[in-house]
């Protein structure tokens, strides 16, 4: 039995008492004793508010409620309450459902209580909740008309909400290395699947280690946790829940057995959660109700279950198409349950209020918005192209005390600037290096500042193997796409009255489109030596050798290494060892050699046998800002893009590249890199992943 009052509906209910200088105001709400009935609108506003006999507030709370909090039972308020010297104040609850036939319902109060306040070391908590392939334009706080968020709905009133959030790229692994590390992919360069961040880079949770918080992650995904990725910097330890499975993935309810328990044994201690969820990403299986809730009268024959060959559901019909989105939504709905249920516990636990929590995503999905593009993408898929289905993502902040509560920031941001504006609302120095803008340094502008997107990432069908390399940048509010491969072309749009990106004004505006290929060009371009190693598609061949020349190797840095590669270069600087196995992707290493004219020599073999089958060398000496993704066998100059990339990538022998891209020689964004062998990691974990991979279709 609990004592309670009744809040009037309409009115308020007042009460009056003493609260002594560091002390809380603890009591519980309830919204009716029934948790299988609701009498209320979509949400209920509970507010509460703390006043002296003169008026002067010292204390204010505003919660909204929903459904789920009702069926959650009594939940738990704490009220830091402004020093009130021992007089007499006055307690005002307040609630006030939305409006509708069955808004009749009552509010509960438990009898307020009066406790000191929680010492703790003075540092907030911090947890990042990341929504793996979740759309921002799928959630209510960002207008979709589903109800799809009430939970994210509520908490985004208690939170910073960013109308305008972007990722680096249009996939996991780099965008999760720019959350993590707080850079661009050009400059971190895990681009690939397999591709490994270096110890050079300091992360978000090395950061936070380094001063004292204890750092945890608890992931459904492989890439935030796999030792190949290398992303586990800084991390005192984790979870990644597959229970040995590869093709069963954790959902947010089974991430929550193992959050709220690691909660309530570090609630004494400033900790750094970062939790990554997988069920909105592909294939969209929606538990129980879930599965039915936005289309329950569908009978056709999509289950949810994704064709990643064939046809790739690119001839669905509409109303399949449509079934698809209900699945994609029921599963947001699910998620979105869970989430409530970590704040539930924060609050149980009166850890909320100390907490700064960042709900986001990595990426969004493409949901056939750009159906033209069928040919080398998937409708429904991510990480093909660069439009803003795939780009734009939810980006809520709440901050400690609830500060900055209730705001909405119309300026674009990039996931780089996350690591910065978590930095700088914990009082720590972030690297200097890190490009991005701290959020308490915006101005609320809708045009902003620049940001750049990238992808590089190979796609595989029943059909072909397509290597995706695409860039864009968005600027004063235009942006600007660059597809190199598996295609060459351009695209610009004005954001303003084209925000799907529907019609392209690169040949009706040629200076602007212009413009910003120069200006990618010059942010990408990395004038020197490359080579570059391809093979048979799994076959597993590698290439062991060296360069030497008479003069000295400069800024030599691998590019797409993966885990099995090593390059060192001798102490003299005259020597390039490298030892390049090929997994999924191209092998490349870049370097550049001084003086210009120095003599280079290459000694090769590729799996015992001495040479390649196939080997291109070329020192053309290319136009001033062009930029070369690949060397056609007949190429002997090119400008700009103007470079075709076959689209069937699968090398039919060895070959192996070595090239120079000339003009005005400038050094790569990533100096002074000296690379030594990586880890080795087992076979047999390898093939894990792959099959955890596969099961996520991404291979």
């Given amino acids: 039995m609990r004592n309670a009052f009744e809040v009037p509906n309409p009115g308020e209910l007042v009460l009056t008492g003493r609260v002594p200088d560091g002390h809380d105001i603890l009591f519980s709400l309830s919204l009716g004793d029934d948790p299988e009935r609701w009498d209320f609108g979509e949400t209920v ?3 509460a508010t703390i006043s002296s006999p003169g008026g002067v507030e010292k204390a204010s709370l505003a919660k909204v409620l929903t459904a789920e909090h009702h069926a959650a039972g009594w939940l738990p308020v704490r009220m830091p309450v402004e020093a009130t010297g021992g007089d007499q104040v006055e307690i005002s609850f307040r609630f006030k459902p939305d409006d509708g036939p069955g808004a009749t319902g009552s509010c509960l109060v438990s009898v307020p209580a009066i406790a000191p306040r929680e010492r703790r070391a003075g540092k907030p908590n911090v947890i990042v909740y990341l929504v793996d392939a979740l759309r921002a334009d799928h959630l209510g706080c960002y207008g979709y008309g589903r ?10 009133q208690e939170a910073v909400v960013f109308e305008k959030a972007y990722s680096t790229s249009s996939w996991t692994l780099p965008a999760l290395s720019s959350i993590f590390t707080g850079l661009e992919p050009d400059v971190h360069q895990v ?108 009978s056709g024959p999509i289950t949810g279950d994704i064709p990643y060959f064939g046809d790739g559901w690119s001839n669905l019909p509409d109303r399949d198409i449509e079934h698809v989105k209900s699945l994609y939504d029921g599963l947001i709905r699910f998620t979105d349950t869970e989430f409530g249920k970590v704040l539930t516990k924060l609050e149980e636990l009166g850890l909320y209020d100390n907490t700064m929590v960042v709900f986001l995503a990595d990426h969004g999905e493409a949901m056939w918005d750009h159906p033209g593009d ?23 902040v709440k901050y400690p005390d609830g500060r900055f509560a209730g705001t909405r920031i119309a300026s674009p941001v990039s996931q780089i ?25 915006l101005e609320n502008d809708e045009s902003g500042t620049k940001l750049f997107h990238h992808l590089e990432n190979y796609v595989s069908t029943d059909k072909a193997g397509f290597l995706h390399r695409i860039y864009a940048v968005r600027d004063g509010g235009y942006k600007y796409i660059l597809r190199v491969s598996p295609r060459v072309e351009q695209m610009l749009f004005d954001l303003g009255s084209d925000p799907r990106e529907e019609v392209n004004l690169a040949e009706e505006n040629p200076w602007l489109a212009a413009r ?91 799996t015992g046998v001495r040479g390649p089958k196939r080997l291109r060398l070329g020192s053309w000496e290319l136009k001033a800002g062009s930029l070369l993704f690949g060397l056609p066998a007949n190429a002997r100059e090119f400008t700009g893009f103007n470079v075709r990339i076959p689209s069937l990538l699968y090398a039919l022998e060895p070959e192996l590249y070595l090239y120079r891209l000339g003009g005005e020689t400038e050094p790569p964004r990533r100096e002074g890199y000296e690379s030594g062998a990586r880890d080795i990691v087992p076979r047999e974990e390898v093939e894990r992943k792959m099959q955890q991979f596969r099961a996520m279709g991404y291979i």
């Avoid at 080398?376 to 192209?385: E, N, P, Q, S």
């Fill in 516 to 606: 910003f290929r120069t200006e990618i060009e010059d942010r990408y371009l990395r004038r020197g030596f490359y080579l570059r190693f391809v093979s048979p598609t799994h076959q597993r061949l590698s290439v062991r050798g060296m360069i030497t020349t008479d003069g000295e190797f400069r800024d030599v840095m691998p590019m797409t290494l993966e885990h099995e590669d090593a390059v060192t270069v001798s102490a003299n600087r005259q020597r390039i060892k490298f030892a390049l196995a090929e997994e999924y992707w191209e092998d490349t290493v870049f370097f550049r050699v001084e003086p210009d004219d120095a003599r280079l020599f290459l000694d090769s073999t590729v």
């Fill in 374 to 396: 069928a040919d080398i993408a998937l409708g429904w898929d991510h990480g093909k192209t660069l439009y803003d289905e795939v780009l734009r993502i939810p980006l809520i």
């Fill in 191 to 298: 681009i690939h699947f397999s591709s490994m961040l270096e110890d050079k880079f300091t992360t978000l949770a090395e950061l936070l280690q380094e001063n004292g918080w204890t750092t945890w992650q608890i992931v459904a995904h492989p890439f935030a946790f796999m030792p190949e990725s290398n992303l586990t910097q800084g991390f005192d330890g984790g979870a990644y829940l597959d229970w040995g499975r590869p093709a069963a993935v954790a959902t947010a309810a089974d991430l929550n057995e193992s959050i709220f328990p690691w909660i309530e044994a570090h609630k004494t201690e400033p900790f750094f959660l970062y939790v990554h969820t997988n069920d909105v990403h592909s294939p969209y299986k929606p538990p129980g109700e879930y599965a039915t809730m936005f289309d329950p009268d569908y």
């Fill in 417 to 441: 600037d996350l690591f910065p504006s978590i930095a700088d609302a914990l009082g720590l120095t972030a690297p200097g290096d890190l490009p991005g803008t701290a959020f308490a340094d």
């Fill in 45 to 47: 506003l509970f507010t």
């Fill in 147 to 156: 109800a799809t968020s009430p939970m994210i709905d509520a908490f985004s």
